[in-house]
């Protein structure tokens, strides 16, 4: 919407010359409210107007928010309540009408740090988080030589206050919550008031959920990891937040040494979507990212989130929506600095979030904004070209990690084919109604205690051999015959095993790949070097076992003489494949086998 001004000429007549006037400084263009590729956002209207404004939570009836604000002289935010639209009533029905200026009323008393305000569904109380019981004194803030870490004062609980009369006295106050530790990120149910919130009272930063009235309280995850500022879906059936899953090791050590300090950093953090009684919980994005703010779009089958993802300094914050089951990621603001905490309008028709966007240069305000949503970007009736296209993209991302038995990868493609399978209609056929047949596969392969080797009658030591983890079990004893690197390939022109009888005999093929025009690049090098492919070769060929050896390589010296290459190490005993070749194989040091390696070359 643009407004025209218009001005009166006004002529003035001289009888002398006046010199021109200076040419005012150019002064830098303000940048636009919006982008043209923020095209999901119109009617775009800034609300507050310096300060940290963030976290605006829409009042059931869409009528005005809660939000947190600091203040330039405050040391911490204080909750405050706003009205944007007014309600108007007519004969055929009730509607909406914005006001022309906000009206910012604060609600709590000033005491503490007070965060995460949420309106209960009857439109006049409102939950938030405060550590006013802790001293009227804002906390210590935390300490910056970690890094960037989120304070969590354990003085922080969960309160509810009637909006009667505003600012709410610390004493008018109902408690929610009184279990030593934090108590925080409190949003509520639209349909029976009860909230989800997160706390440490179990020694982990966990979901939970209670009634409106602060009762029966029950654990929602279990995973070691910060799991917190989760929203309900329209129905209160579904919860979507967002989530850190240290790996074992350093990662969650580090963790929970800062967890133990009241810190958590939160540079790593994906969403996570599950049922309000936190079951089925599954992993939606794999950004590798400080993804964060998730909240449903009203149809809740989509979400919109704030995330970091793709700036490698980690700085700027966008706005990006994304399915439920993690497909059709797409970005929505592109205005550079911050944009987070997007929240719709119970109709879906506005959408309020945070951002620093016009604000002046050397300030680091936060305000709110409104905007009207434009849908239609995203069709959810794609051709089948292009969802196959999109389903095989997402299951083979890096973030799958090849799915790999174990792996996060994994377990998200299988609840990923599971929905998609659902949608279609299809029915499980497994025994119990799923489509998950389980069954057992081999992990991780050990050395067993009676694995041996002797040469010549003569004990080899331990750390001088590995079996490979495609070595089948067994006592074998014959002769050795070399067979050089265990090739045959008619294109290179080898045939390592031309003129050799091997049948049940111990086969020696050296480790790696040969000298050979064709054999310069890595990967033909590996191909070559292939020891699974070596080894059933010599089992084709009639070998009973295989023994595996980096025999010297002789490299000439500027003095004309020659001398073998360093030896590698004995290749890691892992599982490569889970076909047991159905012979044993051996790798054995060269410093063991060298000394027979001239007989077995005479043979």
Known sequence: MTTLWKWSPLF???????????????????????LPEEKHLTELRQLTFGGENAEAYWRFDGTGFSLQARGVNDGCDRIQVMDV???????????????????????????????????MPNGTDVIYASTHLGGAACP???????????????????FKASTAT?????????????????????????????????????????????????????????????????????????????????????????????????LVRPSKLELYVGNADGSDARQVTYLNA???????????????????????????????AVDADGTNLERVTYTKGFDGFPMFSPDGKWLAFSSNRMTEEGKNDTNLFLAQWVEGAVSSTAGAAERLRDDATWLASPEREGRGLG?????????????????????????????RHVFEVPTKVTRGAKTSLRIAGKPVADDDFTPLGVSAQGKVEGPLVLAGYGLEDAELGLDDFKGLDVKNKVVVVRRFAPEHPKLTTPEAQRKAGDLRKKVFLAKSKGAKAVVVVDAPVLVAKPDGKAEPVQEAPLPSLRLDSLQDAGIPILVVKRSVLGPFMSSLEKK
């Open 12 to 34: 003035l007549a001289l009888s002398c010359v006046t010199p021109p006037a200076p040419k005012p400084e150019p002064v830098a263009p303000k940048p636009p409210l919006l």
């Open 407 to 435: 792996s996060k990868g994994l377990d998200a493609a299988g609840a990923f084919v599971q929905e998609r399978l659902a949608s279609l209609g299809l029915t499980g056929a497994a025994p119990d109604g799923s489509f």
């Open 290 to 320: 400080a993804s964060f703010a998730p909240f449903w779009f009203p149809n809740c089958e989509r979400i919109i989130f704030s995330s970091n993802v793709g700036d490698p300094k980690g700085r700027e914050f966008d706005l990006w």
């Open 85 to 119: 639209f007014r309600m108007n009533h007519g004969s055929t029905g009730s509607w909406l009408v914005p006001m022309g200026t906000p009206e910012v009323k604060q609600l709590s008393s000033g005491n503490g740090a007070t965060t995460c305000a949420h309106w």
């Open 140 to 158: 210590p803030k935390p300490d910056m030589s970690l890094g960037y870490v989120w304070a969590l004062y354990d003085s922080y609980d969960i």
């Open 166 to 262: 505003l600012p709410v006295k610390d004493e008018a106050l109902t408690r929610l919550t009184d279990t030593k530790g934090y108590d925080a990120e409190a949003t509520v149910c639209a349909k029976d008031g009860s909230i989800v919130f997160t706390s440490v009272r179990d020694g982990d930063l966990e979901l939970y959920r209670m009634d409106a009235n602060g009762k029966n309280v029950k654990r929602l995850t279990f995973t070691p990891g910060y799991d917190g500022g989760a929203f309900f879906n329209k129905d209160c059936t579904k919860l979507v937040w967002r989530a850190s899953r240290p790996k074992p090791g350093k990662e969650l050590e580090d963790y929970q040494a800062l967890l133990a300090q009241g």
